[in-house]
Structure formats: structure tokens, C-alpha cells
């Protein structure tokens, strides 16, 4: 399974961006995708999340201004991102879930990570 992500860049205050990631490969279904980041010099923290049956998970500084979202049929979860703010500043990571059978476990697989960038 390998997980393609894209959309990362650099930002004002206030801005938006759209992060995008696809897994593709030999996958039975997907139960949850997600996205986490990391700043310099911190540990990697969940940010959102979103399960097989589309519910939703918020880490508490992003609510109301990122909206994870799932298409199933393309494999693909995305996190839209608006009043983008210094803090938000970080790499981001793609997080998934996959069966790869229908008997199989699920396993984690990890995006190549996009850095965002917001400049105050």
C-alpha cells in the first residue's frame, strides 16, 4: 500500500490550502484516515480523523477551521484547511488504516509527510 499526499505550501495568516492523500495498492477497505502533524522539535500529534462510517474527530485547536473528508471510491482523505495560523505551522502527515483481505488485521501505513507553512 503506498500513500501519495499533495497540497502543502506556503501561506499568510489567515489563508487556506487543501491537503489531499490517496492510497492505492492491493487494498480490501479502508477503516480510518486521518491526518497528523508534527512541528520542529515536537512529537507527531493527530490533528483530525475520519472512520470507515464517517465520523469525525477534531484535536481541539483546529475545530472550526479544518474539515477532514473522505471519498471511498477514490481511496483519498482530505483536509481542508482555512484561517490558516502560525501555529498550524508543521509537517503533515497522511495516516491509514487498511484491510488488505477480507480475514486480514487492519494495518497503519504513514504518508511522506507535506510541509505547510503559514507566515504571520
Known amino acids: 500500500v503506498q500513500l501519495q499526499a499533495s497540497g502543502g505550501g506556503l501561506v499568510h495568516t489567515g489563508g487556506s490550502l487543501r491537503l489531499s492523500c490517496a492510497a492505492s495498492?492491493?487494498?480490501?477497505?479502508?477503516?480510518?484516515m486521518g491526518w497528523y502533524r508534527q512541528a520542529p522539535g515536537k512529537q507527531r500529534d493527530l490533528v483530525a480523523a475520519?472512520?470507515?462510517?464517517?465520523?469525525?474527530n477534531y484535536v481541539e485547536s483546529v475545530k472550526g477551521r479544518f474539515t477532514i473528508s473522505r471519498d471511498s471510491a477514490k481511496n483519498t482523505v482530505y483536509l481542508q484547511m482555512n484561517s490558516l495560523e502560525p501555529e498550524d505551522t508543521a509537517v503533515y502527515y497522511c495516516?491509514?488504516?487498511?484491510?488488505?483481505?477480507?480475514?486480514?488485521?487492519?494495518?497503519?501505513?504513514w504518508g511522506q509527510g507535506t510541509q505547510v507553512t503559514v507566515s504571520s
Open positions: 495516516h491509514v488504516g487498511v484491510r488488505r483481505s477480507l480475514h486480514s488485521t487492519t494495518t497503519d501505513y
Open positions: 475520519v472512520s470507515r462510517g464517517g465520523s469525525t
Open positions: 495498492g492491493t487494498i480490501y477497505g479502508i477503516e480510518y
